[in-house]
Structures are given as structure tokens and as C-alpha cells.
């Protein structure tokens, strides 16, 4: 039986796959072989020595230990595109609201609620009309939006933003096929981050959040930008440099900063519409992001294959043998020599094998006509480099 510790609410719509005779879950799971998660923290927490995979249920992981995962062999998943279509509805939203002064001037009308309660006979249809003008914004269509990042949500609001009559620009250096393929042939690809920022009257930032990308929008980004260019961030909020954004709404150099991350120095400023970070707040996101993580987790852990994970390479293979052997290694040469030829000493003979690498980790699903014993297994461990062994039994067909 696998046991899987949930660290948030998981929409049951993802729990119910998991069979009652095969999987036990729950928050208060000990010695769990997976976690599965949303926005907990791992960061700080003590990672159980039990744990094989962790699952975060949304796009975004900079609430797990990445690099430390990788290091014990622990694989991470996430659930790119699960959630987009809510992200690209509520940016499609902040596109408007960049523009037309929205949220200032419904918060201006109910600053007159009290007005009105304690005069009845305050005309305010007329004062309205008066007014109206501090609120007045330039229309979208026929003005250019660059997207940063052709990911799934990226692919989706440069899409749509053409169909509002948008100009739209796309800048992404590792764009992968399948979003090449689902990008609108009305979306102009630029070579470089430079032509984006110097065209385009909105920028909209659709990127992970890492070390290379930690406050790639601070002043000097920002001066390429045409002078009272609008930025919208819906990814992650340091990716913004804040006291840059700020010094530059204030020297008119932004006309506008609308994000889902709010900050106390940003809602202290007019030209800031902050959203209480509600990009994958749907029903229908959530219920996406647990059926997809759960299909990962249920995946790796029953089969050992690697879809979708963000510290190990993608790995599959079809099941033609009663026994697997998966073993997690660093990425340097002979590891798989190594491996087959242990195997071969011991009289195991391989009906198929696969390894892909990812940066420092690689990752073997290798096939066997016998059960792999466990002093083999144990044997394996101890070659330099083995990060990680399991075996496990395989339906066949």
C-alpha cells in the first residue's frame, strides 16, 4: 500500500483515483511515500526519509526544496497548464483594468455610499458625469501587448490578446513544441527581450520564478520600456524589482503595475492594482491542478515513470517485463556500464532500459526478466554516483 501525506486541501475530484485498497492518505500520514501539496511550505519543514515524490497541485514550486529534493533522489512534480486557462482569464482581466482606471473609480463611487446615506437628495448621477473624466483609459485594441514567457498561460493570453484586436509580441528563448504549435500565427515571435519591452504599450510577464529570473524587471529593464508602458505580473511576484516598479510609476515611466502579489508598499501606491493572488482561484483550476498531480504521483509511484517533474528528466517507458528496477544517479559517465554490468554478474537479464538526464540528475527505468534481490539492490547503492534504487513488481500485458 502507498501512503500519501496531503499538506493542503486536495480537490476530492483528484483523491477519488486513488484506489482505497492500494493508497492510504491524508494530513496526518507518518512515513509517507509521497506528499502531496499546494501552497505548504516545505522549505523550512523536515522532509521524511520515507518520501519518493512530492506533487505540487499548481504550476509554481518555490515552496519546495528543489535542489535538496534532487540531491536525496526525491522527484518533484508540478502541473504546468492545469491551471492556465484561470491565470490567462484574470490577466485578460488586468489587461482592462491596466487600462480603463476600473478598480480607482468603482472604489471612488463607494466613497460616496456614506455621502449618499446621509443626504438622500444628493444628485449622484450628476456628480458622476462631472467626475467621470479622472477615470478616462485608452482602449486595447490596436495596441501592442508583449508577452514574456510562451508557456501554457503565456501561449493563451497572447492568443487571446490578438482576438481583442491587440498587436501582440512573444518572447520566449526556450519555447517548447507543443506551445510553438498552440501559438496564434497572429503572434509575432521576437529574437531578443529588448524588441518586447521597446514595442510594446503592455507587458505581461508569464515566467517561473528561479535565480536567473529573480527581479529580471528592475530599472534597467524598465527604461527599455516605452514611457508609460503598463506591466502586468501574474507569475510570481520577485520577479519584479518593487522599488523600481514604484520609482517608476512615480516618474510616469509606468503607467500602471497590476499583480497578483501584493505587497504593503504596493497598495500604498495609486498606480498599483493588487489582486489578492487569485490566478488559479477557480473551482475548475483546482480541480485540474489535484486530477493532474494525483495522475503524476499515482503514475511514478506504481510504474516509476517521470511526467512533468521539475528536478528529473522525463522518462517513460512501456511495461513488457514482470520486474523494474528505477534507479535516480548524478548525471556523469559510466553510470549506466556500471549498473548493467552489476546486474549481469548477477545473472539478471534486462529486456529494456531507458536513461535521460536533466541537468545534474539522471534517471534509469530498467526492465528485468527476475526480481531484482535486495543485496543487489543494496550493492547498487554503493556505486559512486547512485543517488537513489527501487524495484518493483509490473502488470504486464
Known amino acids: 500500500m502507498f501512503r500519501i501525506q496531503t499538506m493542503n486541501n486536495i480537490a476530492a475530484e483528484g483523491l477519488k483515483l486513488l484506489p482505497a485498497g492500494m493508497y492510504e492518505f491524508g494530513p496526518a500520514i507518518k512515513n509517507p511515500d509521497a506528499i502531496l501539496l499546494r501552497s505548504a511550505d516545505l522549505n523550512k ?21 528543489v535542489d535538496v529534493c534532487g540531491e536525496r533522489g526525491i522527484v518533484v512534480f508540478n502541473t504546468p497548464g492545469a491551471n492556465a486557462n484561470a491565470v490567462k482569464e484574470l490577466t485578460l482581466a ?3 483594468l491596466s487600462s480603463r482606471k476600473i478598480a ?26 462631472k467626475e467621470k473624466n479622472r477615470f478616462e483609459g485608452p482602449e486595447l485594441s490596436g495596441k501592442t501587448l508583449g508577452v514574456i514567457g510562451l508557456g501554457a498561460i503565456g501561449v493563451m493570453v497572447a492568443n487571446d490578446a490578438a482576438s481583442l484586436g491587440m498587436e501582440v509580441i512573444g518572447f520566449d528563448p526556450y519555447i517548447s513544441v507543443n506551445a510553438a504549435w498552440n501559438l496564434s500565427r497572429a503572434v509575432r515571435r521576437a529574437e531578443t527581450l529588448e524588441d518586447v519591452l521597446r514595442n510594446s504599450d503592455y507587458v505581461s510577464i508569464h515566467v517561473p520564478y528561479s535565480d536567473a529570473t529573480k527581479e529580471m524587471f528592475s530599472a534597467g529593464k524598465i527604461k527599455m520600456m516605452k514611457k508609460g508602458a503598463r506591466l502586468l505580473n501574474f507569475a510570481r511576484g520577485g520577479l519584479a524589482k518593487e522599488a523600481d516598479i514604484i520609482s517608476a510609476l512615480e516618474e510616469g515611466c509606468l503607467s500602471a503595475y497590476i499583480t497578483d502579489f501584493p505587497t504593503a508598499e504596493l497598495l500604498k ?14 473551482p475548475e483550476a483546482e480541480i485540474n491542478c489535484a486530477i493532474s498531480a494525483v495522475k503524476q504521483l499515482k503514475n511514478f509511484l506504481e510504474t516509476g515513470v517521470i511526467e512533468n517533474s521539475v528536478n528529473f528528466p522525463h522518462c517513460k517507458l512501456a511495461c513488457r517485463s514482470p520486474y523494474r528496477l528505477l534507479v535516480a544517479n548524478r548525471n556523469i559517465p559510466n553510470m549506466v556500464g556500471q549498473i548493467t554490468t552489476l546486474l549481469a554478474s548477477g545473472r539478471i537479464n534486462i529486456t529494456d532500459l531507458i536513461n535521460h538526464h536533466r541537468d545534474a ?20 547503492e554503493k556505486i559512486p554516483g547512485i543517488i537513489h534504487v527501487r524495484a518493483i513488481s509490473m502488470p504486464t500485458r
Open 269 to 282: 501606491h495609486d498606480k498599483v492594482v493588487c489582486i489578492p493572488h487569485l490566478g488559479a482561484s477557480t
Open 94 to 96: 488586468a489587461l482592462f
Open 45 to 65: 519543514t523536515e522532509i521524511p526519509a520515507s518520501v519518493l515524490a512530492i506533487a505540487r497541485a499548481g504550476a509554481g514550486y518555490n515552496n519546495i526544496p
Open 361 to 380: 540528475f539522471a534517471y534509469n527505468i530498467i526492465d528485468t526478466e527476475q526480481e531484482i534481490p535486495a543485496a543487489m539492490r543494496t550493492d547498487l
Open 104 to 129: 480607482g473609480s468603482i472604489l471612488w463611487l463607494s466613497s460616496l455610499k456614506d455621502s449618499a446615506l446621509k443626504d438622500p437628495g444628493i444628485d449622484i448621477p450628476a456628480l458622476v458625469e
